[in-house]
């Protein structure tokens, strides 16, 4: 792994044991991305886009190849280690946001901060939805913002900390700019004008 990269995959391969047989959804797949930059995973539904997504942030294990996130090799950590790696180094996007529904937008995006033990959770939670433009909405629960604003909600927690950008989203039109100027990392999805990372990775 280059000094200059932020993730490592080599020869990546998932098969899952099924009832029909084994199903192998990732076949020797390998990249390399370097550090600030944007790369798009780009494949039709089914193709394995989330999958390698959850092998590359440590949410699964691999069948047979690496993963080196920020020079970590995932694959020798326990589960317990890799959840406290992903709380250090990776911040998810979900296609359907995951906000916690018994949470006001503010505690949403605090929530990794605090389990990190960051006394300046609130302050820093507070300047991350001004910044996307819901500083009025902060005590608004999931059911009260809007989709859009869902949506904010879920960048703003992202983007407390200075870390590779793990995204799974559908409906990246809608937050291209913002990603472009800021975000780092990898991103998957289906649609073929995925074209603005510095980089693109295709699955089939």
């Known amino acids: 792994m280059s000094a200059l990269s ?11 044991d099924t009832g029909a047989g084994k199903l192998t959804v990732l076949k020797d797949i390998s990249f390399t991305l370097p ?11 089914g193709s394995g ?8 942030a440590g949410l699964d294990r691999p069948t047979s190849g690496s993963v080196l996130l920020n020079g970590i090799t995932l694959g020798e950590e326990n589960e317990d280690e890799r959840a406290r790696i992903r709380n250090e180094h990776v911040g ?16 949403n995006v605090t929530v990794p901060m ?8 609130r302050q820093l939670g507070l300047d991350l939805l001004r910044r996307v433009g819901l500083g009025e909405r902060v005590d608004h629960y ?3 913002l809007s989709g859009g604003e869902q949506q904010r909600v879920a960048l703003a927690r992202v983007r407390d900390r200075d870390h590779a950008r ?17 975000c780092r990392g990898a991103h998957g999805t289906h649609h073929p004008a995925a074209q603005w990372g510095d980089g693109l990775a295709s699955v089939k």
């Open 35 to 45: 550090a600030a930059s944007t790369c798009a995973i780009l494949g039709p539904s």
């Open 142 to 144: 999931p059911a009260q």
């Open 114 to 121: 605090e389990l990190r033990g960051d006394r300046s959770a």
């Open 166 to 182: 793990i995204e799974s989203q559908r409906r990246h039109r809608a937050r291209a700019r913002d990603a472009r100027s800021r």
């Open 6 to 16: 932020i993730l490592d995959v080599q020869h990546l391969t998932k098969t899952y």
């Open 49 to 56: 886009k989330t999958t390698l997504l959850g092998l590359c």
């Open 92 to 107: 998810f996007v979900f296609q359907n946001f995951q906000l916690i529904p018994t949470l006001t937008a503010l505690e």
